[in-house]
């Protein structure tokens, strides 16, 4: 799902990290902590942050409209460079985000900006080499280690209900039941969407 608000959405929570973390933030870990944002928020509230697309990479899942726009490519057109622009700053020389000014959390929901805080406050001190680290123990990622000729495979939303093969990742771990119980409302919810909006 992509539109101007889900994409200046994403350039909003950049922001947030970036400013989170003093002010800037290096573009592989923001991408490791959006990850773990969304994939939070949708064990908690039936839906991702971004509404991101996601696939399965060397480093780790990675979202790919926000890689986009993080890294300012050809994909993304000229009104979200131009938002993008006016709240963050891309550094040319080093793969870091800059944050120019404060976050517009009116593009945010309460449950965006609690998950958000959350996995700053849980993962804000890993290094990007440690979240890389630790996205290989989650279900999602494995998928690539065990086809690693593609350079990338899709990720689907529901893989995210899964467990991660760790148990010290204590903020990823809900019972079988529970997760069952959100993934079938979750996909019951895809239904009706998919019914009415085709």
Do not use: C
């Not at 973390?21 to 923001?30: D, R, T, W």
């Not at 689907?156 to 990742?169: A, G, L, R, T, V």
């Amino acid at each position: 799902m992509e539109s101007i608000a889900n994409n200046k959405k994403i350039v909003q929570v950049l922001n947030f990290l970036a400013i989170k973390e003093g002010g800037q933030i290096g573009k592989l870990k923001a991408m490791k902590l959006v990850w773990l944002a969304d994939r939070l928020h949708l064990r908690k509230y039936l839906r991702t942050i971004t509404h991101d697309s996601y696939f399965a990479m060397k480093n780790g899942p990675v979202p790919s409209r926000t890689k986009d726009i993080a890294e300012g490519n050809e994909f993304v057109d000229e009104q979200i460079k131009s938002y993008r622009d006016s709240y963050i700053e891309l550094d040319s020389k080093n793969p870091i985000i800059i944050s120019k000014k404060e976050v517009d959390t009116m593009k945010f929901s309460d449950s965006d900006e609690e998950i958000l805080t959350e996995i700053y406050n849980q993962f804000g001190h890993y290094s990007s080499t440690q979240l890389v680290t630790l996205s290989h123990k989650f279900p999602e990622w494995k998928k690539y280690q065990s086809n690693n000729k593609k350079s990338r495979i899709p990720i689907k939303d529901i893989e995210f209900f899964e467990n991660p093969i760790n148990n010290s990742i204590s903020i990823f771990h809900e019972s079988d039941e529970l997760l069952e119980l959100g993934k079938d409302i979750y996909l019951e919810n895809q239904a009706i969407s998919n019914a009415i909006f085709g």
